[in-house]
């Protein structure tokens, strides 16, 4: 084999193992972010379950009665478990991404609002929207998951 020969080889086998370099890269990555994906949505949907069963244990008033502090239009900071965060009746939006998911890169923020869509008297039904926000290779990233909750 000529020099020539061998640096094309040599060549060759570079530009084969950068790219498999990359694309084991790009699947690790890839693997990642469908974790952290499906590990928000799994507390996105606690967020949500966690508002039904403090529904159904207490009842519906509830919901709005039992945090200290304030009135409607107030935003109220942590409900126990303390990693749920909660904006209750008429507050404004909150910026905040909520509170840290213990051992996660994640924040959850569950929001309670009377339901704008309700057909039925105002106070029968509540809109529930469980947020879960990330930084994801330098960018803010969500999963929201939203249900409607009645008074029965």
Do not use: H
Not at 44 to 63: H, K, M
Not at 114 to 139: H, L, M, Y
């Amino acid at each position: 084999m000529t020099l020539v020969e061998t640096m094309v080889a040599i060549a060759l086998v570079a530009v084969v193992t950068g790219s498999l370099v990359n694309i084991g890269l790009l699947a690790v990555a890839n693997s990642t972010s469908a974790n952290r994906r499906g590990l928000a949505i799994k507390y996105a949907e606690e967020g949500l379950e966690i508002v039904r069963s403090y529904r159904d244990s207490f009842g519906f008033d509830s919901l709005f009665t039992s945090y200290a502090g304030g009135g409607a239009g107030n935003c109220y900071g942590t409900y126990v478990p303390p990693d749920i965060f909660l904006v209750l009746v008429n507050c404004n939006e909150n910026s905040d991404k909520g509170a840290p998911l213990v051992g996660t890169p994640l924040f959850r923020k569950v929001t309670i609002k009377q339901n704008p869509n309700a057909d039925v008297d105002p106070g029968k039904q509540i809109s529930v929207t469980s947020t879960v926000f990330w930084s994801e290779k330098g960018r803010e990233t969500n999963v929201v998951l939203a249900t409607i909750l009645s008074k029965w």
